[in-house]
């Protein structure tokens, strides 16, 4: 049954005129009464709100016959929206409303019940929904300031996508306006809305002020309109105020931040065009806005104020971000303040410096990143590189920086082999940041410290002075020192020395880009070499490490011996094939031995087999070493008469065996625990053993290593 509509009652002899009934015949014998009300439904959603809607008054509806016929009753709503027709014969009508009292600004939207039925004695009615006719947004922005409008329209963007909460929308047409001082975060782009707001101005458009917004569905996308950037920058004349539109190839001239977001100056040619890059809309293209990028862009004009226009993109699908994709080469070429965007390989990682920088390659050529934020990026990485060319100690190299990893490494890069006069120079710095290689240098200096702490050693390979520099923050441990006369393998990135000199230096990313050798000799080439000449010797140990007790060894090869001392700890016996670096030294009476206490290398290369038959000699040669040819050897004196014997303080016990003016000291070394009591004056004996220079110059003693080395005749 339709809903009633309590009205203050009439007085039935007045009900005609206070209602304004229709007609004057007779009255009917059974009639009945309508009522109802009619609203403005302003949000469309034909339902009664009485927060919301209002009422229509000055409204004519009528009753016809079902069946047809003239009118037979019809009322005008009072200020209330109230409509009362009495005395309604009974039977079936047809509501209508009269369309000339609606004006030009209302228009029926729905009625609830468009049939009744009256009955005898009875109250019925129904309710009328009108609605404001909408305005095109063409037509909003020609109203009257101040007027109170309704527009239908197609929101261009969220009520959340801009930090002042600003909405455009558009009708079919692309016409726009903006929408200002009205929460709406549940709005979305593409949503059909309906707007209730009043007419204003700002930064000298028309906008609508406070308004209350009537989310009606989804709507076809709004196409934006492409222009060049200088015509956007006018907003067309005023004509795209608040509309969506489209700039392609425009390329960033300038990027400043702002309280908003981040401002561009863009340029297509055309002339320039501000960018606004609302921090609330997220957006953070890959690559970034930096000068020289081309952009293609899409957003919404928003006036300034200052007859210039603004373009407001609204998330991160609005903006296409492309920059001069360039070889390496190519982009050292570009002078300082381009922007450009490489790809190569990663020579070196974003710590191993600790200053930020990273080595990139690719075939043409390298260039260093400087100042990069962090970043977990291994050697042999592809990588994607956006940045600025800024020259640093003469030679270009990119900053403000951002790196996409395209590819994880498969392979370390292949370095360039260089000799370090080639080096020095970068090869006139055709090879600025790249990865090289220096084989077999000679180390010429001590490692000094520089003043950043880090180590700098001098390496030449015959062709030149260069510089390497062992960066604190790579923490290199090698195994044995740098010390001059070493040779140098060595891998690393070339940097400028920064010192005006037009020199490169090279920088080793870690241990393993170090191989450190010592020159090698045989021994008789060994002897021949100038003290202080660190090398490398190979031959067969004639002794244990333990066997004197003074970590001394003696080394023989095919063309002679060598008597090595202070050696580091070594499991070693006789027989041993051995490899041995030192420094050559000579003693106090004029004769040369290797040093090992510097270099801290001992190495077994093969385990005891055959220890070298000894010569064998005179006591009078053993004293000489036969003119100290057999320094250090291994010798053997047969049927050698005692004759005299002595011990000394420290255990020792000594035995001159041959005649008495020319005989050798034979030592039977403490720690060697040989027997000392079957050795008297007049014993004829066979003695093997070590040639080892005595205190006084040019005399040499006998040592024996073990008690197989002596026997009694």
């Known amino acids: 049954m339709p809903k009633r509509y309590p009205l203050a009652p009439c007085a039935l002899a007045l009900a005609l005129a206070a209602c304004d009934g229709g007609g004057t015949g007779p009255i009917p014998d059974a009639t009945g009464t309508v009522t109802g009300v009619v609203y403005i439904d302003r949000n469309g959603d034909g339902q009664l709100n009485a927060e919301l809607d209002g009422p229509a008054s000055s409204v004519r509806v009528s009753l016809t016959p079902a069946a047809g016929g003239p009118t037979t009753r019809s009322s005008v709503t009072d200020q209330t929206g109230l409509y009362r027709m009495t005395l309604v014969p009974v039977g079936s009508y047809r509501v209508q409303v009269d369309a000339a009292s609606l004006g030009d600004t209302l228009r029926l939207a729905k009625v609830d019940s468009a049939t009744l039925t009256v009955t ?23 109203a009257e300031v101040g007027r109170l409008l309704t527009v239908e329209a197609i929101a261009l963007n969220g009520g959340a996508t801009f930090s002042d909460s600003t909405v455009h929308i558009a009708d079919t047409g692309g016409t726009a306006m903006r929408l200002i001082s009205f929460a709406a975060a549940q709005l979305a782009a593409g949503d059909s809305v309906r707007v209730l707001a009043r007419l204003t101005t700002r930064d000298g458009q028309p906008v609508l002020d406070g308004a209350t917004v009537f989310r009606r569905g989804k709507a076809a996308p709004v196409t934006p309109v492409l222009l060049s950037t200088r015509v956007a920058a006018t907003g067309d004349g005023g004509r795209r105020d608040a509309a969506l539109v489209r700039v392609q190839n425009a390329v960033v001239r300038d990027t400043a931040t702002v309280a908003r977001g981040l401002r561009l100056t863009v340029d297509d040619g055309s002339g320039p065009l501000t960018v606004l890059v609302d921090r609330q809309s997220n957006i953070a293209p890959n690559p970034p806005f930096i000068p020289g990028a081309s952009v293609d862009l899409t957003g919404v004009l928003a006036a300034t104020g200052a007859g210039t226009w603004q373009l407001r993109p609204r998330n991160s699908e609005d903006v296409a971000v492309r920059y001069p994709r360039t070889s390496i080469e190519q982009a050292r070429r570009q002078p300082a303040g381009s922007s450009v965007i490489i790809e190569g390989v990663a020579l070196s990682t974003w710590a191993v410096f600790g200053d930020s920088s990273l080595h990139v390659a690719d075939n043409s050529a390298s260039l260093r990143v400087l100042r990069l934020p962090q970043t977990t990026v291994s050697v042999g990485d592809s990588l994607r590189v956006v940045g600025t060319v800024q020259v640093q100690a003469g030679q270009p190299a990119l900053i403000n920086a951002s790196l996409t990893r395209l590819g994880t490494a498969n392979q370390s890069p292949e370095p360039v082999r260089v000799s370090t006069g080639v080096a020095a120079r970068a090869d006139g ?237 034979v030592v039977l070394d403490a720690n060697t625990s040989l027997a000392t009591t079957t050795y008297a004056p007049g014993a004829r004996l066979n003695v093997v053993g070590l040639l080892v220079p005595s205190n006084v110059s040019r005399v040499w003693v006998l040592k024996p290593r073990a008690p197989e080395d002596l026997s009694v005749q």
């Open 429 to 665: 710095g055709r090879l600025d940041a790249a990865l090289v290689r220096i084989d077999s240098a000679l180390v010429t200096n001590s490692v000094s410290v520089t003043p950043a702490g880090d180590g700098r050693v001098i390496v030449n390979d015959g062709s030149g002075s260069f510089d390497v520099i062992l960066d604190r923050d790579a923490q290199f441990g090698l195994d044995q020192p740098l010390l001059p006369g070493a040779l140098l393998s060595v891998r690393g990135v070339l940097v400028p020395a920064g010192d005006g000199t037009s020199r490169w230096q090279l920088k080793p990313r870690g241990t393993p880009d170090l191989r450190l050798e010592y020159p090698f000799f045989r021994i008789d080439q060994a002897r021949r070499q100038p003290a202080g000449t660190v090398m490398t010797i190979e031959g067969v140990a004639l002794n244990s490490w333990y066997t004197f007790g003074d970590s001394s060894v003696h080394v023989s090869d095919p063309s002679g011996t060598l008597r090595v001392v202070r050696v580091p700890e070594v499991s070693l016996a006789a027989g041993d094939s051995v490899r041995l670096i030192g420094k050559l030294t000579a003693t106090r009476t004029g004769q040369l031995v290797l040093d090992a206490s510097q270099v801290l290398q001992a190495r077994l290369l093969g385990k005891a087999q055959r220890v070298p038959t000894p010569v064998v000699v005179t006591p009078t040669e053993a004293a000489t070493a036969r003119n100290g040819t057999l320094d250090g050897a291994l010798v053997r004196l047969e049927n050698a008469v005692v004759r005299d014997t002595a011990s000394s303080e420290n255990g020792d016990f000594s035995m001159q065996v041959g005649d008495s003016a020319t005989g050798v000291w």
């Open 120 to 142: 005898a004695n009875a109250e019925t009615g129904t309710r009328v929904a009108l609605e404001v006719v909408p305005l095109t947004i063409e037509r909003a922005r020609q």
